[in-house]
Nanobody
């Protein structure tokens, strides 16, 4: 069992930045591939970014590429999502997700790839 706790959400103005954090416990963090997803009001949850165990491989949704950066600190069992140049379309509840894998380079982009989920943190971007 893996417990995930997100933090760092809040209110930002368009063009501003926020950094989300997700702390994992219950399993060795270095065995986990980590993902970020989001769900806007009235919409389905969608993929945002993911990072492999090694931290070398990363994937991003086209809508956030070049604005968001995913990173991880295995010593702190934490994954981050740095969000820059925010727009009102980024308003959503952001979820951290985790999955164990033996591959140091695999990254998943589908929700079904992940077994464990955090409770979510709200990000609201005003225009």
């Amino acid at each position: 069992q893996v417990q995930l706790v997100e933090s760092g959400g809040g209110l930002a103005q368009a063009g501003g930045s926020l950094r989300l954090s997700c702390v994992a416990s219950g399993r060795s963090f270095s065995t986990l591939v980590m993902g970020w997803f989001r769900q806007a009001p009235g919409k389905e949850r969608e993929f945002v970014a993911s990072i492999a165990r090694s931290g070398v491989n990363k994937k991003y949704a086209d809508t956030v590429k070049d604005r968001f950066t995913v990173s991880r600190d295995n010593a702190k069992s934490t994954v981050y999502l740095q969000m820059n140049n925010l727009t009102p379309e980024d308003t959503a509840v952001y979820y951290c997700a985790a999955q164990t894998t033996t591959s140091p380079v695999w990254v998943g982009t589908s929700q079904s790839s992940y077994d464990w989920w955090g409770q979510g943190t709200q990000v609201t971007v005003s225009s």
